[in-house]
Protein backbone atom coordinates (compact mmCIF):
# COMPACT_ATOMS: atom_id res chain seq x y z
CA UNK A 1 0.00 0.00 0.00
CA UNK A 2 0.89 3.71 -0.63
CA UNK A 3 0.51 5.04 3.39
CA UNK A 4 0.19 8.75 3.28
CA UNK A 5 1.39 10.48 -0.27
CA UNK A 6 1.15 13.71 -0.62
CA UNK A 7 1.45 16.75 -3.40
CA UNK A 8 3.10 18.56 -4.71
CA UNK A 9 6.39 17.40 -3.69
CA UNK A 10 7.79 21.31 -3.67
CA UNK A 11 6.41 24.65 -4.38
CA UNK A 12 7.54 28.18 -4.80
CA UNK A 13 4.33 30.64 -4.50
CA UNK A 14 4.93 34.18 -4.61
CA UNK A 15 3.29 36.29 -1.50
CA UNK A 16 -0.41 36.63 -1.42
CA UNK A 17 -1.28 33.96 -3.63
CA UNK A 18 -3.36 30.94 -2.26
CA UNK A 19 -2.69 27.16 -2.66
CA UNK A 20 -3.86 23.68 -1.50
CA UNK A 21 -1.50 20.92 -0.17
CA UNK A 22 -2.91 17.59 -0.80
CA UNK A 23 -2.90 14.69 1.62
CA UNK A 24 -4.20 11.33 1.41
CA UNK A 25 -4.17 8.25 2.84
CA UNK A 26 -5.36 4.67 2.11
CA UNK A 27 -4.97 3.18 5.70
CA UNK A 28 -8.39 4.11 6.70
CA UNK A 29 -6.82 6.18 9.34
CA UNK A 30 -9.41 7.84 11.18
CA UNK A 31 -6.99 10.53 12.48
CA UNK A 32 -4.78 12.97 10.62
CA UNK A 33 -2.47 15.99 11.26
CA UNK A 34 -0.71 18.58 9.47
CA UNK A 35 2.58 20.13 11.04
CA UNK A 36 5.09 22.26 9.32
CA UNK A 37 8.64 21.69 10.24
CA UNK A 38 11.58 24.55 10.63
CA UNK A 39 14.83 24.24 10.92
CA UNK A 40 15.62 24.33 14.55
CA UNK A 41 12.12 24.10 15.59
CA UNK A 42 10.23 20.76 16.71
CA UNK A 43 7.66 19.70 14.68
CA UNK A 44 4.47 21.71 14.79
CA UNK A 45 0.78 21.18 14.87
CA UNK A 46 -1.29 23.16 12.60
CA UNK A 47 -4.61 21.42 12.14
CA UNK A 48 -5.79 18.09 13.04
CA UNK A 49 -8.78 15.96 12.33
CA UNK A 50 -9.88 13.20 14.41
CA UNK A 51 -12.81 11.52 12.58
CA UNK A 52 -13.76 12.30 8.94
CA UNK A 53 -16.68 15.86 9.12
CA UNK A 54 -14.03 16.92 12.37
CA UNK A 55 -11.30 19.21 12.38
CA UNK A 56 -9.51 21.17 15.11
CA UNK A 57 -6.45 23.72 15.81
CA UNK A 58 -3.55 23.22 16.13
CA UNK A 59 -0.17 25.39 18.50
CA UNK A 60 -0.25 27.34 14.74
CA UNK A 61 -3.83 27.17 13.14
CA UNK A 62 -3.17 30.97 12.10
CA UNK A 63 -3.27 31.54 7.86
CA UNK A 64 -4.13 28.08 7.23
CA UNK A 65 -7.33 25.82 6.42
CA UNK A 66 -8.29 22.46 6.29
CA UNK A 67 -11.00 20.21 5.39
CA UNK A 68 -11.89 16.63 5.85
CA UNK A 69 -14.89 15.41 3.92
CA UNK A 70 -13.89 11.59 3.99
CA UNK A 71 -11.61 9.27 5.49
CA UNK A 72 -8.90 9.53 3.10
CA UNK A 73 -8.29 13.50 2.16
CA UNK A 74 -6.86 16.15 4.44
CA UNK A 75 -5.78 19.08 2.41
CA UNK A 76 -4.48 22.13 3.72
CA UNK A 77 -5.23 25.54 2.52
CA UNK A 78 -2.99 28.94 2.74
CA UNK A 79 -5.59 31.38 1.51
CA UNK A 80 -2.86 33.91 1.22
CA UNK A 81 0.55 32.67 1.85
CA UNK A 82 3.38 35.05 3.42
CA UNK A 83 7.28 34.63 3.74
CA UNK A 84 6.49 33.20 7.32
CA UNK A 85 4.70 30.29 6.07
CA UNK A 86 7.97 28.72 3.72
CA UNK A 87 8.80 25.57 5.39
CA UNK A 88 8.36 21.43 5.14
CA UNK A 89 4.95 20.20 5.44
CA UNK A 90 4.36 17.17 6.74
CA UNK A 91 0.74 15.23 7.28
CA UNK A 92 0.32 12.69 9.23
CA UNK A 93 -2.49 9.96 9.96
CA UNK A 94 -2.98 7.49 13.12
CA UNK A 95 -5.36 5.20 13.80
CA UNK A 96 -7.84 7.09 16.13
CA UNK A 97 -7.41 9.60 18.54
CA UNK A 98 -5.65 8.17 21.78
CA UNK A 99 -1.91 6.85 22.34
CA UNK A 100 -1.56 5.52 18.83
CA UNK A 101 1.55 5.85 16.63
CA UNK A 102 1.43 8.20 13.68
CA UNK A 103 2.58 7.31 10.55
CA UNK A 104 4.02 10.23 8.40
CA UNK A 105 3.79 11.74 4.50
CA UNK A 106 7.36 12.26 2.49
CA UNK A 107 6.18 16.22 2.86
CA UNK A 108 5.98 18.77 1.09
CA UNK A 109 8.43 21.64 0.75
CA UNK A 110 7.18 25.37 0.32
CA UNK A 111 8.89 28.36 -0.37
CA UNK A 112 6.86 31.57 -0.56
CA UNK A 113 8.42 34.81 -1.74
CA UNK B 1 4.67 26.32 29.39
CA UNK B 2 5.43 22.42 27.66
CA UNK B 3 9.11 22.01 26.37
CA UNK B 4 10.79 19.07 25.56
CA UNK B 5 14.55 19.37 25.69
CA UNK B 6 17.87 16.95 23.26
CA UNK B 7 20.97 18.06 22.35
CA UNK B 8 20.91 19.80 18.93
CA UNK B 9 23.76 17.40 17.95
CA UNK B 10 25.83 14.01 18.34
CA UNK B 11 29.21 12.57 16.79
CA UNK B 12 29.39 8.47 17.41
CA UNK B 13 31.99 6.27 15.51
CA UNK B 14 30.88 3.46 13.31
CA UNK B 15 30.34 0.24 15.62
CA UNK B 16 30.08 2.06 18.94
CA UNK B 17 27.39 2.79 21.48
CA UNK B 18 25.66 6.21 21.42
CA UNK B 19 22.58 7.27 24.13
CA UNK B 20 19.98 10.44 23.25
CA UNK B 21 19.23 12.19 26.26
CA UNK B 22 15.66 13.80 26.15
CA UNK B 23 14.00 16.07 28.81
CA UNK B 24 10.34 16.87 29.09
CA UNK B 25 7.63 19.17 30.89
CA UNK B 26 4.45 19.16 29.30
CA UNK B 27 0.84 19.02 30.69
CA UNK B 28 -0.02 15.29 31.43
CA UNK B 29 1.54 12.28 30.21
CA UNK B 30 0.51 10.16 26.97
CA UNK B 31 3.36 8.30 26.31
CA UNK B 32 6.97 9.40 24.37
CA UNK B 33 8.06 8.30 21.66
CA UNK B 34 10.91 8.60 19.64
CA UNK B 35 11.21 9.22 15.58
CA UNK B 36 14.30 8.87 12.92
CA UNK B 37 14.46 11.37 10.21
CA UNK B 38 16.73 11.15 7.42
CA UNK B 39 17.40 14.51 5.84
CA UNK B 40 14.82 15.48 3.48
CA UNK B 41 12.85 12.28 4.28
CA UNK B 42 9.63 11.85 6.68
CA UNK B 43 9.88 10.77 10.50
CA UNK B 44 9.41 7.47 10.91
CA UNK B 45 8.03 5.41 14.36
CA UNK B 46 10.96 3.81 16.36
CA UNK B 47 9.26 3.12 19.95
CA UNK B 48 6.81 3.93 22.11
CA UNK B 49 7.12 3.69 25.85
CA UNK B 50 4.31 4.36 28.68
CA UNK B 51 5.58 2.85 31.15
CA UNK B 52 9.05 3.25 33.35
CA UNK B 53 11.47 1.09 32.24
CA UNK B 54 13.43 -0.34 29.14
CA UNK B 55 11.92 -1.10 26.00
CA UNK B 56 14.54 -2.85 23.52
CA UNK B 57 13.67 -3.58 20.14
CA UNK B 58 17.07 -4.86 17.92
CA UNK B 59 19.51 -2.47 18.03
CA UNK B 60 17.58 0.11 19.55
CA UNK B 61 16.31 0.45 22.75
CA UNK B 62 13.84 3.35 24.91
CA UNK B 63 14.38 4.32 28.58
CA UNK B 64 11.58 6.24 30.35
CA UNK B 65 11.89 7.62 34.13
CA UNK B 66 8.49 9.52 34.18
CA UNK B 67 8.97 10.97 37.69
CA UNK B 68 12.01 12.39 36.36
CA UNK B 69 11.01 13.77 32.95
CA UNK B 70 13.45 11.78 31.13
CA UNK B 71 13.82 9.28 28.53
CA UNK B 72 16.77 7.95 26.46
CA UNK B 73 17.86 5.86 23.23
CA UNK B 74 20.23 3.70 23.05
CA UNK B 75 21.46 2.89 19.69
CA UNK B 76 23.72 -0.01 20.02
CA UNK B 77 26.46 -1.45 17.31
CA UNK B 78 26.20 1.70 15.47
CA UNK B 79 26.13 1.33 11.31
CA UNK B 80 26.54 4.84 8.80
CA UNK B 81 23.04 4.27 7.89
CA UNK B 82 21.66 5.81 11.62
CA UNK B 83 23.13 9.23 10.57
CA UNK B 84 19.87 11.26 10.73
CA UNK B 85 18.15 13.42 13.15
CA UNK B 86 16.41 11.38 16.39
CA UNK B 87 13.31 13.26 17.10
CA UNK B 88 11.95 12.99 20.78
CA UNK B 89 7.95 13.60 20.93
CA UNK B 90 5.35 13.51 24.40
CA UNK B 91 1.77 12.94 23.67
CA UNK B 92 0.04 15.54 26.62
CA UNK B 93 -3.25 15.24 28.55
CA UNK B 94 -5.32 16.48 24.96
CA UNK B 95 -3.44 13.06 23.28
CA UNK B 96 -1.15 15.57 21.08
CA UNK B 97 2.32 15.06 20.68
CA UNK B 98 4.68 17.95 21.54
CA UNK B 99 8.12 17.59 19.64
CA UNK B 100 11.43 18.48 20.39
CA UNK B 101 13.95 19.78 17.74
CA UNK B 102 15.52 16.44 17.50
CA UNK B 103 19.49 15.28 17.71
CA UNK B 104 21.56 15.11 14.76
CA UNK B 105 23.62 11.82 15.15
CA UNK B 106 26.35 11.91 12.70
CA UNK B 107 28.52 8.87 12.70
CA UNK B 108 32.40 8.45 11.76
CA UNK B 109 33.83 5.60 10.36
Known amino acids: TAGITQAPTSQILAAGRSMTLRCTQDMRHNAMYWYRQDLGLGLRLIHY???????GKGEVPDGYSVSRANTDDFPLTLASAVPSQTSVYFCASSDGQGRDTQYFGPGTRLTVL | GQNIDQPTEMTATEGAIVQINCTYQTSGFNGLFWYQQHAGEAPTFLSYNVLDGLEEKGRFSSFLSRSKGYSYLLLKELQMKDSASYLCAVMDSNYQLIWGAGTKLIIKP
Open chain 1, 49 to 55: SNTAGTT
